[in-house]
């Protein structure tokens, strides 16, 4: 059991408990303090610079263990945006971060990010004392994405969002020249590893369909590590999405299954004497989607219609 790994500042700040207490928490924006008024809001990160979020987070964190001692983390994910503070402190932190970019919006991200796995592996230690075994998650997503310099406590889990139906396009498991993936820099820095995949298909023009790259990414997963979470999102087109679910969980508890073999499985136990047109019907837009999203190209985006109806002219006989 676990709590969720998910956007959960709000949770674990609220304003009620926390606005008088612990104000420097709440970030500055534009010049002025942001307390949130409402869970939904997404538009707000704390401060990640001041004293008080530390003792703010370690009075969440014990009460939550308090009322679940079962589960086996809790989340201190960012919210879902690419808000953060513009305190003075929180500035300056930016601006002195080795961290340069082309863009200086990645290179304030960049040095946001350093601060926040900073503030995961500062809590970390302070609560295992009182806490031992209990573990807390941090969401690497937007502006906490980029993998720290330096090593995270054990008792960090980290939550990458690596979009494995671009598992090409995106060079998920594509070495550097120092022989590192993107998915080895993580496994490098972390104890406890997951990942949170966008497996949605309602809302896309075609089935998005990728267990092939599934299979891939969870062997070489395998070959890393003992064990992951593994969290896939689904918002369902229930005539196309049934097959690629099913193998999915499948290939979770055993990333070594074949996942044409299992598709094979699925035709024949559901479509009967249809078996071998369905499989033929699935292959084909596996292969599709693979060679539209991650060969031809451009990545199709939920519910970006303008990328979607793009494709060639031999992609559009297939389609």
């Not at 676990?2 to 500055?28: C, L, R, S």
């Not at 263990?65 to 960012?78: G, I, K, N």
């Not at 080795?98 to 592996?121: C, E, G, I, Q």
């Not at 990458?160 to 590192?180: Q, R, S």
């Amino acid at each position: 059991l676990a709590g969720t790994h998910q956007h959960n500042m709000w949770a674990a700040f609220p304003p009620e408990k926390y606005a008088q207490k612990y104000p420097d928490i709440y970030p500055v924006i534009k010049g002025a303090r942001y307390i949130p008024k409402e869970a939904r809001d997404q538009a707000w990160n704390p401060c990640l610079t001041t004293p008080q979020l530390l003792d703010a987070a370690e009075e969440s964190v014990t009460a939550y263990y308090q009322a679940r001692p079962d589960h086996l983390w809790y989340s201190f994910a960012f919210q879902d945006s690419h808000a953060v503070c513009e305190c003075p402190a929180c500035l300056a932190a930016y601006a002195a971060s080795p961290h340069k970019d082309n863009d200086p919006r990645v290179a304030r991200a960049k040095a946001l990010s350093d601060l926040y796995w900073t503030f995961m592996n500062a809590l970390a230690a302070r609560i295992e004392p009182k806490l031992p075994g209990k573990k807390i998650e941090g969401l690497a997503y937007s502006v906490t994405r980029f993998v720290p310099p330096f090593k995270l406590h054990p008792n960090v889990v980290v939550f990458t969002n690596f979009h494995i139906a671009e598992l090409d396009a995106d060079g998920i498991l594509k070495p550097a020249p120092d022989g590192l993936t993107p998915l080895d820099r993580w496994l490098d820095v972390c104890s406890a590893y997951g990942n949170h995949d966008w497996y949605h298909g309602n809302g896309y023009l075609l089935p998005r369909i990728y267990s092939g790259y599934w299979a891939r990414y969870l062997r070489h997963l395998k070959s890393k590590v003992p064990f992951t979470y593994q969290h896939a999102e689904l918002y369902w087109n229930w005539k196309l999405d049934g097959p690629k679910a099913w193998i999915l969980a499948r290939l979770w508890w055993n990333p070594d299954l074949d996942p044409r073999a299992l598709l094979a499985q699925f035709c024949a136990d559901m479509f009967g004497p249809a078996a071998e047109p369905m499989n033929g019907y699935f292959t084909a837009l596996e292969d599709l989607w693979i060679r539209l999203d991650n060969v031809e190209g451009p990545e199709r985006k939920l519910f970006a219609w303008k990328t979607q109806f793009r494709a060639s002219e031999k992609a559009r006989e297939e389609i």
